[in-house]
């Protein structure tokens, strides 16, 4: 276990501008990376030829790789985890990044490291540091931790440029692929507590542009109609907190946030409250039932359900 080099898997989708934005970022950065994968979701070789041309990164390996079919986040970082782990040493470093959330500055995934490397120090059972994190409460309820120092979370989001050890990963298996979109990231910190790790949120999130994750969260405004996003966020959570043992928190999130919130906004605006409750009970029922996968194609789909 004396690996020093650092990897990432980073996915993409349709979004050829951010991906390009996205590798000169990682270019910048003061800790380059030793390989890259880059995992398109969609198998576009004009994405391909992207990747290929895009060379700021002398130090680093690229790899291509052209997987198709949209498998979604966890499907595509399992394709990538795939490529990099059987040749990571198990204290070499694996950032998961998608394609919206580059890192906010030039030395993130150095101080990041830096956090880790300290971390290591002091305690043997280190899995993961990201930017930022939060730790899963009653009723599967997520709360960010916001204090300025490293504190254990159950969760890293990824949009904080999480880093893994690969030897954890190595030891789950990395995320769930059946769970397409949704709380990935929850089931895989999950997954590394039941293997003996702990995550930890470093406290630098406000030093690297992240304020607005880990300042108090205000009150959601209005009523927002279905989207895709909300049908595999409720059926993963569900999936997630039963495997993790929480079977009384997926049960209490059923009924309050699945069924009671949306049956309140009845009064409020009953149209998108009826819709709200439909997807809400499919996606619950699919939760229950543990039926996975792509069930919603997000391309076909886009913004509201229709």
């Given at each position: 276990m004396t690996g020093n080099r650092s990897h990432a898997v980073l996915v993409t989708f349709r979004r050829p501008d951010l991906l390009a934005d996205h590798l000169h970022r990682l270019a910048d950065q003061t800790a380059p990376l030793d390989t890259l994968v880059v995992v398109d979701n969609d198998a576009d070789?004009?994405?391909?030829?992207?990747?290929?041309?895009?060379?700021?990164?002398?130090?680093?390996?690229?790899?291509y790789i052209p997987l198709g079919g949209n498998p979604g986040p966890a499907?595509?970082?399992?394709?990538?985890?795939?490529?990099?782990?059987?040749t990571a040493d198990d204290d070499d470093i694996v950032v998961l990044l998608d394609d919206n959330d580059p890192p906010k500055r030039n030395e993130t995934f150095a101080e990041v490291q830096r956090v880790l490397r300290e971390l290591q120090r002091e305690n043997d059972d280190v899995g993961g540091v990201g930017t930022w994190g939060a730790s899963l409460r009653r009723g599967g309820r997520l709360r960010?931790?916001?204090?300025?120092?490293?504190?254990?979370?159950?969760?890293?989001?990824g949009n904080g440029c999480p880093h893994y050890l690969a030897g954890a990963l190595r030891a789950v298996g990395g995320p769930d692929p059946a769970l397409f979109f949704g709380f990935e990231e929850l089931d895989l910190g999950l997954s590394l507590q039941r293997a003996g790790y702990r995550i930890w949120s470093s406290g630098i999130a406000r030093e690297h542009g992240l304020s607005a994750m880990v300042e108090p969260a205000r009150p959601a405004a209005g009523v927002e109609a279905p989207t895709w996003r909300r049908y595999y966020s409720f059926r993963n959570l569900v999936v997630v907190l039963r495997k993790d043992g929480r079977t009384l928190d997926a049960l209490a999130m059923t009924?309050?946030?699945?069924v009671v919130k949306p049956t309140l906004n009845l009064v409020v605006r009953p149209r998108i409250a009826v819709a709200n409750l439909r997807v809400n009970v499919a996606a619950l029922h699919h939760g229950w039932r543990r039926r996975l996968g792509k069930r919603i194609d997000p391309v076909a789909l886009p913004g509201h359900l229709r």
């Open positions: 070789p004009s994405i391909g030829e992207l990747v290929a041309s895009c060379d700021p990164m002398p130090a680093t390996e690229v790899v499907g595509g970082f399992t394709a990538g985890l795939a490529e990099l782990l059987p960010t931790e916001t204090a300025a120092v490293p504190v254990p979370v159950d969760y890293l989001s009924l309050v946030a699945g």
